[in-house]
């Protein structure tokens, strides 16, 4: 498929091995390492340690970015920017200035995402959409792996695949994203895509197999891929 981003959701990753983890996922063609920074106030769970995102960043010279979901983002740019990630997300309902954050951002040369939770209207981010660089839709809450995607998300990310000419992001979807959602989403404009235990981690196939039949996927036509 060409022009998707397939992201690694890191924190479904096997831990006591993170350096295989990551020379596996980079040479089996892996586009994006995707870090959850998590506060344990925003969401109800604590995320990986900034020991794990410099890890990850000093073993591949593919894209890392970071999600932080945690309270007061804008406070934090500068510390993540140093850290060498090429994308930042945070989510606007947890900046009280969240334009303020988005050029900060992108100030640093770094593209800016925002993030929104199923739960967030197009509404409420609305005047955001002309200075962002990607729209991440989550379609589960935030905070856990292994939930089951939330199908009434699909109406936001058609309504937000219908702005994006005028607006100029892309959209990319974080969360229970199966090879069936790739081939759905991809065909309806959909960018990049999140990878966690739904269809890359923790299966019997090995990542090189996996990654070359996701990026075999044909976005033109209907297809069921298995997981």
Request: charge should be neutral; aromatic fraction near 8%; charged fraction near 25%.
């Given at each position: 498929?060409?022009?998707?981003?397939?992201?690694?959701?890191?924190?479904?990753?096997?831990?006591?091995?993170?350096?295989?983890?990551?020379?596996?996922?980079?040479?089996?063609?892996i586009?994006?390492?995707?870090?959850?920074?998590?506060?344990?106030?925003?969401?109800?769970?604590?995320?990986?340690?900034l020991?794990?995102l410099?890890?990850?960043?000093?073993?591949?010279?593919?894209?890392?970015?970071?999600?932080?979901?945690?309270?007061?983002p804008?406070?934090?740019?500068?510390?993540?920017?140093?850290?060498?990630?090429?994308?930042?997300?945070?989510?606007?309902?947890?900046?009280?200035?969240?334009?303020?954050?988005?050029?900060?951002?992108?100030?640093?040369?770094?593209?800016?995402?925002?993030?929104?939770?199923?739960?967030?209207?197009?509404?409420?981010?609305?005047?955001?959409?002309?200075?962002?660089?990607?729209?991440?839709?989550?379609?589960?809450?935030?905070?856990?792996?292994?939930?089951?995607?939330?199908?009434?998300?699909?109406?936001k990310?058609?309504?937000?695949?219908?702005?994006?000419?005028?607006?100029?992001?892309?959209?990319?979807?974080?969360?229970?994203?199966?090879?069936?959602?790739?081939?759905?989403?991809?065909?309806?404009?959909?960018?990049?895509?999140?990878?966690?235990?739904?269809?890359?981690?923790?299966?019997?196939?090995?990542?090189?197999?996996?990654?070359?039949?996701?990026?075999?996927?044909?976005?033109?036509i209907?297809?069921?891929?298995?997981?």
């Amino acid at each position: 498929m060409r022009n998707v981003c397939f992201a690694a959701s890191m924190m479904c990753a096997d831990f006591t091995q993170l350096e295989t983890e990551v020379k596996q996922l980079d040479t089996a063609g892996i586009d994006c390492f995707h870090v959850d920074i998590m506060d344990g106030s925003f969401v109800p769970n604590f995320g990986m340690g900034l020991q794990d995102l410099e890890t990850i960043r000093s073993l591949t010279d593919k894209l890392v970015d970071v999600h932080l979901m945690i309270a007061n983002p804008g406070n934090y740019i500068d510390f993540f920017a140093d850290k060498g990630v090429q994308i930042i997300y945070f989510h606007p309902e947890a900046d009280l200035n969240p334009v303020r954050t988005i050029l900060k951002i992108k100030d640093r040369g770094i593209k800016a995402g925002i993030a929104i939770n199923p739960g967030t209207s197009i509404e409420t981010i609305h005047e955001l959409l002309s200075i962002v660089d990607i729209v991440l839709v989550m379609t589960v809450n935030p905070g856990f792996a292994g939930q089951k995607y939330l199908d009434f998300v699909n109406k936001k990310i058609d309504r937000l695949i219908s702005k994006k000419i005028e607006f100029g992001y892309e959209i990319f979807v974080d969360g229970a994203i199966s090879g069936e959602k790739i081939s759905e989403l991809s065909r309806k404009g959909v960018k990049g895509f999140v990878l966690g235990t739904s269809c890359l981690f923790k299966k019997r196939e090995n990542y090189q197999s996996i990654i070359n039949r996701l990026k075999n996927i044909n976005p033109s036509i209907p297809e069921k891929v298995s997981n």
